[in-house]
């Protein structure tokens, strides 16, 4: 397609220094510290018989190759081989030292840092939009969040609130959004089943903070507020959506379902600043394009599904970044790639 600039608006670039040393279980410090065990855990898979797990064993080792990339410029370099020269992306950092699974080598105060040298690259900053994060209860967490956007020129917010806080943290109501709405500052947040979470947390827990509906009294209170919910839902749901479908006896049944609820909340008009992304969960690519395509042909849904990937958390997953986008291009057309790639992108940045 003549002129296109994809915008990909979900990856990292965050490395294992910046992740917590035991999650998301203790031996995984052993393999951080000696990356030649899981080379030869892939050597003992290749002589079973099921090809499956060693298929497995080799996306956990491509996936921790790419998280041991000493600097996030290595980690950026690595997405860029997938796309056209002319792609941006949006990268998104992670504050996980609160999260309850150990010390992180690099906090981050360093992660934004080096984040913002990313930018000044001069062969690949342009391509940069960098995101800053927020845990609110950390101390000096809005002064480095207002340094990022001062100082660094950082273009948005990344929320995790699994990590340990809700949507309507008070710092958050009193301090952040009202910064994001009087700037213009889009905010993406995490809303799937998946993911990490704190890690005394249980998944129900977690689960009432990351709910798309804990994010109403956000948008009611903040209606300008340009809010994206992060991979649509999530693997679990879009599969409950497919398989299970809705109990015509019970009326609530669409709201117990993130996919659903993001769909009609959307469709509403009541929150039109609310945005999703098909990051991550489009990698289930066989099984949920053509629900993706149904919902490309609704007038309104359209113009607010975003572009993403969620590298590098995908060098888990068999298909690749580039076999993913192309096959996505392909499937829905120039038109509607056009729609989430361009289009809606510029519109949830601010730059239509």
Same mark, same amino acid.
């Given at each position: 397609?003549?002129?296109?600039?994809?915008? #990909?608006? +979900?990856?990292?670039?965050?490395?294992?220094? +910046?992740?917590?040393?035991?999650?998301?279980?203790?031996?995984?410090?052993?393999?951080?510290?000696?990356?030649?065990?899981?080379?030869?855990?892939?050597?003992?898979?290749?002589?079973?018989?099921?090809?499956?797990?060693?298929?497995?064993?080799?996306?956990?080792?491509?996936?921790?190759?790419?998280?041991?990339?000493?600097?996030?410029?290595?980690?950026?370099?690595?997405?860029?081989?997938?796309?056209?020269?002319?792609?941006?992306?949006?990268?998104?950092?992670?504050?996980?030292?609160?999260?309850?699974?150990?010390?992180?080598?690099?906090?981050?105060?360093?992660?934004?840092?080096?984040?913002?040298? %990313?930018?000044?690259?001069?062969?690949?900053?342009?391509?940069?939009?960098?995101?800053?994060?927020?845990?609110?209860?950390?101390?000096?967490?809005?002064? &480095?969040?207002?340094?990022?956007?001062?100082?660094?020129?950082?273009?948005?917010?990344? *929320?995790?609130?699994?990590?340990?806080?809700?949507?309507? @943290?008070?710092? *958050?109501?009193?301090?952040?959004?009202? %910064?994001?709405?009087?700037?213009? *500052?889009?905010?993406?947040?995490?809303?799937?089943?998946?993911?990490?979470?704190? $890690?005394?947390?249980?998944?129900?827990?977690?689960?009432?903070?990351?709910?798309?509906?804990?994010?109403?009294?956000?948008?009611?209170? !903040?209606?300008?507020? $340009?809010?994206? %919910?992060?991979?649509?839902?999530?693997?679990?749901?879009?599969?409950?959506?497919?398989?299970?479908?809705?109990?015509?006896?019970?009326?609530?049944?669409?709201?117990? #379902?993130?996919?659903?609820?993001?769909?009609?909340?959307?469709?509403?008009?009541?929150?039109? #600043?609310?945005?999703? @992304?098909?990051?991550?969960?489009?990698?289930?690519?066989?099984?949920?394009?053509?629900?993706?395509?149904?919902?490309?042909?609704?007038?309104? *849904?359209?113009?607010?599904?975003? !572009?993403?990937?969620? !590298?590098?958390?995908?060098?888990?997953? $068999?298909?690749?970044?580039?076999?993913?986008?192309?096959?996505?291009?392909?499937? %829905?057309? &120039?038109? +509607?790639?056009?729609?989430?790639?361009?289009?809606?992108?510029?519109?949830?940045?601010? &730059?239509?």
């Amino acid at each position: 397609m003549a002129g296109i600039e994809i915008t #990909n608006c +979900h990856i990292h670039t965050f490395t294992t220094a +910046h992740a917590p040393r035991y999650y998301p279980v203790g031996v995984v410090a052993l393999f951080r510290a000696m990356p030649v065990l899981l080379t030869a855990l892939r050597r003992a898979a290749r002589l079973q018989p099921w090809q499956g797990l060693y298929d497995s064993v080799v996306r956990l080792e491509n996936f921790h190759r790419t998280g041991r990339r000493l600097t996030q410029r290595d980690v950026f370099l690595e997405v860029l081989r997938y796309y056209p020269r002319s792609t941006r992306f949006v990268v998104l950092p992670m504050d996980m030292a609160q999260s309850g699974h150990g010390p992180v080598d690099a906090d981050i105060h360093a992660q934004h840092r080096e984040l913002f040298e %990313l930018t000044q690259d001069p062969d690949y900053g342009h391509r940069v939009i960098p995101f800053a994060t927020i845990f609110p209860g950390r101390g000096g967490a809005v002064d &480095e969040l207002r340094r990022c956007i001062d100082d660094y020129g950082f273009r948005g917010v990344k *929320l995790y609130t699994k990590l340990g806080y809700a949507p309507t @943290d008070d710092v *958050l109501m009193r301090e952040v959004y009202p %910064l994001c709405t009087e700037r213009g *500052l889009p905010v993406m947040t995490h809303c799937s089943r998946g993911g990490v979470r704190h $890690k005394r947390w249980s998944q129900a827990r977690a689960d009432r903070v990351t709910d798309p509906r804990a994010y109403i009294p956000v948008m009611e209170a !903040f209606p300008g507020l $340009k809010l994206c %919910l992060a991979h649509f839902g999530g693997d679990q749901d879009w599969k409950a959506y497919l398989t299970d479908g809705f109990d015509p006896e019970d009326p609530e049944a669409r709201t117990t #379902n993130w996919l659903s609820l993001i769909v009609d909340m959307i469709r509403s008009g009541d929150y039109p #600043n609310l945005y999703t @992304d098909i990051s991550y969960t489009i990698f289930k690519f066989a099984a949920y394009l053509p629900l993706l395509r149904l919902f490309m042909e609704d007038p309104v *849904l359209r113009t607010r599904i975003l !572009f993403g990937s969620d !590298f590098y958390m995908t060098r888990q997953e $068999k298909l690749s970044e580039k076999a993913v986008s192309i096959g996505l291009r392909d499937a %829905l057309g &120039e038109a +509607h790639f056009r729609q989430i790639a361009e289009t809606n992108p510029r519109g949830w940045l601010g &730059e239509a």
